[in-house]
C-alpha cells in the first residue's frame, strides 16, 4: 500500500513538473560529487522515464524503480514477463540525456508485501550503515533492494571507499546478491559526459 500511495504522488509529480518544464530534482544525495548541472539534468531524466512508464502501462511505473546518475540508468524491481523488461528498456532509451541503461529488473512471480518489507529493511540497514561510516561519502552512492538482491549505483572516491560499501552489504542478514553498477571517480566516462553536458548548457 506505501508503494502505491508513493507512486500515485509521484505520477502526479511526474506530469506537473514535466507539463511545466520544471522537472528538476536535485537533492543532497546527487549533488556531492556531480554538481548542480549534472543533478538537474538526472532529475529530468527521471522524470522522462517515469513520464515514460506512466503512459505506457501504470504496472511498469509502480514496479519499476529509477535510479539516474550522471545519465546512467539503474532499472530494478520485478515483472512478470521478459516483453515487459524489454519494453522498460526501451522506453528508458527514448528519453533524451540517457547515456547508459542498466537493466536489472527482474523476471519473476516472487514477491508480495512480507518480501517487499524484508526489502525495505535491508535498504534501511544498509543506508544507516553507509551514513554512520566517516570514511565513506554516502551521498554518493543509491541503492536498491529486490528480492533480496541489492543493486548499488553512485560515484567512488577510490577503490578502498568502495570494497568498504560492499563488505558493509555483505555483513547484512538476508541479502542474497550484491551488485555494484559504482563507477570511480576519475572514471574517463565522467570527464567526456561532463563536457558535453557544459557544451549542451553554453
Known amino acids: 500500500m506505501n508503494v502505491l500511495i508513493r ?5 502526479i509529480f511526474v506530469i506537473t513538473l514535466l ?12 549533488i556531492k560529487e556531480k554538481g548542480i548541472k549534472e543533478a538537474i539534468s538526472d532529475g529530468m531524466i527521471d522524470a522522462g522515464i517515469n513520464k515514460e512508464f506512466l503512459n505506457h502501462d501504470i504496472n511498469m511505473f509502480l514496479n519499476v ?41 527482474d523476471v519473476t512471480k516472487k514477491g508480495g508485501i512480507k518480501q517487499y518489507l524484508i526489502d525495505v529493511k535491508i535498504k ?4 544507516y550503515k553507509i551514513i554512520t561510516d566517516k570514511e565513506i561519502s554516502s ?26 560499501v560492499v563488505k558493509h552489504a555483505n555483513d547484512i542478514k ?28 553554453d
Not at 19 to 30: K, L, P, W, Y
Request: hydrophobic fraction near 40%; glycine fraction near 6%.
Open 65 to 105: 524503480e529509477i535510479e539516474v546518475v550522471e545519465g546512467r540508468v539503474l532499472l530494478t524491481g520485478s515483472v512478470k514477463k521478459k516483453k515487459h523488461r524489454l519494453n522498460a528498456l526501451k522506453l528508458a532509451w527514448k528519453v533524451l540525456g540517457v547515456r547508459e541503461v542498466i537493466n536489472e529488473i
Open 7 to 11: 507512486k500515485f504522488f509521484l505520477s
Open 124 to 127: 534501511t540497514q544498509m543506508r
Open 174 to 201: 538476508g541479502i542474497l546478491k550484491v551488485v555494484s553498477h559504482v563507477i570511480m571517480k576519475n572514471d574517463p566516462r565522467r570527464k567526456k559526459y561532463q563536457r558535453k553536458l557544459q557544451e549542451k548548457n
Open 139 to 164: 551521498i554518493n552512492y543509491n541503492f536498491e533492494v529486490v528480492n533480496g538482491n541489492l543493486y548499488i549505483i553512485g560515484i567512488a572516491k577510490n577503490k578502498k571507499e568502495l570494497k568498504k
Open 19 to 30: 507539463n511545466s518544464c520544471a522537472a528538476i530534482n536535485v537533492t543532497t544525495s546527487s
